[in-house]
C-alpha cells in the first residue's frame, strides 16, 4: 500500500528494488521532495546495484517540479511527529526523520547519497571560487534557494552544500562491474578542488541539459547527470 509524502501529502511511488539477498523490496520515494521513506531496517539492505538504480531513476526524475521540504512532518503511518536524526556513517554525519514508534524513516535524496559516501561537502574556499560564477543555487536537499554569495549553508534545513564525490561514485561502479567481470574505463581524474563538471570551470557543453523548468542549480543532480552521462551510458 503506498503511503503519503509526510511533507507535501501527496501519494508516494512504490518503486522496486532489491537487497543485499537478491529479494525484492520496495521503497515508497516522493520524487517532487526527494524524499525516501525506508520502512525499518529497509535502507540498510539494498544492494550495491539498487544504490545505483536509485541513482538512475534520480537522474529521469531530474525535470520534475521542485517542492521544498517542510520542517515539520509526521509519520505518515502513526500520525505522529518524525523526530530529526543525526548519525554518522562511512560518508561522514547525516540526517533524516524517524517515526517515534520504529515505523521507518524518511530521509532526503542528498542525505541517502550522503550515508552511502557519496557526498562529500564544499569548503569555503570552494563556496567562494563557485561564487565568482553562480551566485543562486538549489539546496540538493530541501529545494530552497541559497544565495552562495552570502551563506555557505541552506538557512531552510541548515544543510551544508555538497556535490557528488566522483571518486567515490567511481569505486562503486568499479566494484559492480568487476563483480559482473565487465572492465570499465576508469573516470579521468579531477584535481582535489571542484568537479571538474561545475560552471565554474568550464562552460556547459556537456550532452546534459539542467532542467528547464528551473532557474536554480541543484549542484548534486548535476553531478549525477554528469557522471551518468560519461559511465552509464
Not at 536509485?54 to 517540479?65: M, N, Q
Not at 509526521?74 to 562511512?90: A, H, K, Q
Not at 530521509?107 to 550515508?115: G, M
Request: hydrophobic residues 35%; positive net charge.
Amino acid at each position: 500500500m503506498a503511503i503519503n509524502c509526510p511533507s507535501c501529502n501527496s501519494a508516494c511511488s512504490p518503486t522496486q528494488f532489491s537487497t543485499h539477498l537478491n529479494t525484492p523490496v520496495a521503497i515508497d520515494i516522493c520524487w517532487p521532495c526527494h524524499l525516501i521513506w525506508f520502512d525499518h531496517l529497509e535502507s540498510t539492505s539494498l544492494s550495491a546495484q539498487s544504490v545505483i538504480d536509485l541513482f538512475r531513476r534520480i537522474h529521469e526524475h531530474r525535470a520534475d517540479s521542485r517542492n521544498i521540504v517542510s520542517m515539520n512532518m509526521r509519520c505518515p503511518l502513526s500520525r505522529e511527529r518524525l523526530v530529526l536524526t543525526n548519525d554518522i556513517g562511512r560518508g561522514g554525519r547525516f540526517s533524516y526523520y524517524r517515526s517515534p514508534k520504529r515505523h521507518g524513516r524518511l530521509i532526503s535524496f542528498v542525505q541517502f547519497l550522503r550515508e552511502k559516501s557519496f557526498i562529500r561537502t564544499l569548503s569555503d574556499h570552494e563556496i567562494d571560487s563557485l561564487s565568482a560564477t553562480v551566485k543562486q543555487i538549489r539546496c540538493s536537499s530541501c529545494g530552497a534557494g541559497i544565495d552562495i554569495s552570502r551563506d555557505h549553508a541552506c538557512t531552510h534545513c541548515g544543510s551544508p552544500i555538497s556535490v557528488l564525490d566522483e571518486k567515490a561514485v567511481a569505486k562503486a561502479l568499479a566494484e559492480l562491474d568487476a563483480k559482473a567481470n565487465r572492465p570499465r574505463q576508469a573516470l579521468s581524474a579531477t584535481p582535489a578542488s571542484l568537479p571538474s563538471y561545475l560552471p565554474s570551470y568550464h562552460a556547459r557543453e556537456t550532452s546534459w541539459q539542467e532542467p528547464s523548468s528551473s532557474n536554480l542549480t541543484d549542484l548534486v543532480l548535476t553531478g549525477l547527470a554528469a557522471i551518468l552521462a560519461a559511465t552509464l551510458s
